[in-house]
């Protein structure tokens, strides 16, 4: 076994989950890729795929990107749709990408609605103060219990889905993470009251042990 590997498995000061998550880390190709490629994390290649396969990201689309923070969608989707077109918002500290706009905010506070259409008023020709797509690759900390997790995740995807569609304009597109099971099939049966065309995507970057999945809505029409 490589020296690396065994100094993470026989080091004390990690608890049992760190050493299974960091023997993971040095196991993943896409961890090692993002870090010759120039993106902030692996998450990079999961919009990338998304976008190839559903071809969402289009230059002049205006996108708001829901837990960004480190920054890698956000990375990749300005590059798409061009600079001042995208809010990325966490309640999180995330460093400056050239051409996105930023909020450190909880967007689960009363007033953060306010905030995110002030912002998307301040953005070049967006009159109506609307985006094209909202993007969310949110995820709640892990507590360790299947059941626990999966309604943390389905309960933030849930508000994901409630601002989207305050925000989009119609033919907009919502993006989100899911961990398949449980409800998740009653959010795709309310997604299909707004969106015209709502599907399960699991890109190849995905990790293959994780139940993770996205839901890809498309086709918004307000009610």
């Given at each position: ?24 880390q040095?196991?993943?190709?896409y961890?090692e890729?993002?870090?010759?490629d ?6 990079t ?13 289009k230059?002049?689309?205006?996108v ?7 920054g890698?969608?956000?990375?990749y989707?300005v590059?798409?749709v061009g600079?001042?077109?995208?809010v ?5 500290e995330m460093s ?10 909880d967007?689960l ?8 259409i ?10 109506n ?14 507590t360790?219990d ?24 119609n033919?907009?597109?919502?993006v989100?993470?899911?961990?398949q099971?449980?409800?998740?099939d009653e959010i ?34 307000k009610?």
């Amino acid at each position: 076994m490589p020296q690396k590997f065994q100094n993470i498995r026989n080091h004390k000061n990690f608890s049992k989950s760190s050493r299974k998550w960091l023997l993971r880390q040095v196991n993943d190709p896409y961890v090692e890729k993002s870090k010759i490629d120039g993106w902030r994390s692996r998450a990079t290649y999961k919009i990338i795929e998304i976008d190839e396969k559903f071809k969402l990201l289009k230059r002049n689309k205006i996108v708001v990107d829901l837990g960004s923070a480190p920054g890698g969608w956000s990375q990749y989707v300005v590059q798409k749709v061009g600079d001042g077109n995208v809010v990325a918002i966490d309640i999180l500290e995330m460093s400056p990408i050239a051409g996105v706009n930023f909020m450190q905010l909880d967007f689960l506070a009363e007033n953060s609605l306010d905030k995110i259409i002030d912002q998307l008023k301040n953005i070049k020709f967006n009159k109506n103060s609307e985006c094209d797509i909202v993007i969310s690759d949110m995820a709640s900390n892990a507590t360790g219990d299947h059941n626990t997790d999966h309604l943390r995740i389905i309960d933030l995807l849930e508000i994901a889905i409630e601002l989207a569609k305050k925000i989009l304009r119609n033919n907009g597109s919502f993006v989100g993470k899911i961990f398949q099971g449980g409800n998740s099939d009653e959010i795709l049966q309310n997604l299909r009251k707004n969106f015209t065309n709502v599907k399960y995507f699991k890109p190849d970057s995905s990790r293959k042990d994780s139940s993770e999945c996205y839901i890809i809505a498309q086709g918004f029409k307000k009610i």
